[in-house]
């Protein structure tokens, strides 16, 4: 079960920041996923469309100019950073989850991603763009096949797995709260990955494991790895007599 840094090492440092960013690749996580929002002709990294939940500003990203962004504080000092600056710093180092939560989104990640790939040690296989809006996933396979996407859902839908499947989704990517095994399974069945979010409980830890869904979504990832290591080194318990 892999373990992805959500929005960063966000449990340990501000989320969606470099510092967070820095944290994760010295915890050696598995993968990272950061938010993504369009703002002023900008690729930014933050996770609402209200700045005045992460950082010192507030109102709408719509209404404010990136310069204005960059001098907020997202937490420690740290600014609002570019989806160019985080891809410079985890350079190739770890698979990036990259979550569009705004339209218009699409086009600029795709160039970026090309951009990461020459630039800064990135290779297809190393990204993963995941959205809850299915439409801009549609838009990014339609574009470019050859980009892995994940399709998010905070909800159990009465045919599953069958929307991610409808997008040749990589991975699925679903709430903590509503996981359960026929969703786990038919999601396999399918041929996709299933991750969820946003798993830090050790009984949650636990559950999904026997649930066997294939990675989660952490804000402490290394508590979280070595929980795993230990139930993957635990025995076995022994099998019922019937
Ligand atoms: O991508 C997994 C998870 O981050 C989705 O929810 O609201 O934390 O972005 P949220
Ligand atoms: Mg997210």
């Known amino acids: 079960m892999l373990v992805v840094a959500h929005r960063g090492a966000s449990g340990h440092e501000p989320e969606n920041t470099l510092l967070a960013i820095e944290k994760a690749l010295e915890m050696n996580v598995d993968a990272i996923e950061i938010d993504v ?3 002023d002709g900008e690729l930014i990294v933050i996770h609402d ?3 005045g939940k992460t950082t010192n500003g507030q109102g709408l990203l719509s209404k404010l100019t990136f310069a204005e962004i960059r001098q907020l504080d997202a937490g420690k000092g740290q600014r609002v950073p570019t989806l160019d600056e985080v891809l410079q710093l985890i350079n190739g180092q770890c698979p990036v989850n990259i979550e569009l939560k705004a339209d218009k989104t699409v086009v600029p990640t795709l160039a970026l991603i090309e951009k990461a790939i020459k630039d800064y040690h990135f290779d297809y296989n ?3 763009v995941s959205s809850f809006n299915h ?3 549609f838009q990014v ?3 470019n096949p050859a980009i892995h996407v994940g399709a998010l859902t905070a909800s159990c839908p009465l045919d599953y797995a069958a929307f991610a499947e409808k997008l040749s989704a990589y991975s699925v990517h679903i709430d ?3 996981i359960n095994k026929a969703f786990v399974d038919d999601a396999h069945q399918r041929g996709m990955k299933v991750f969820v979010y946003t798993v830090d409980d050790e009984d949650d830890i636990i559950e999904m494991h026997h649930l066997g869904v294939d990675g989660i979504f952490s804000n402490y990832p290394t508590q979280s790895l070595l929980k795993i290591a230990h139930l993957t080194s635990a025995p076995k318990p022994e099998a019922p007599l019937r």
């Open 141 to 143: 396979k339609t574009l």
């Open 49 to 51: 469309r209200n700045v």
């Open 176 to 178: 903590v709260d509503f």
């Open 126 to 128: 190393k990204f993963l």
């Open 37 to 39: 929002h369009w703002a």
């Open 135 to 137: 439409h801009l996933l």
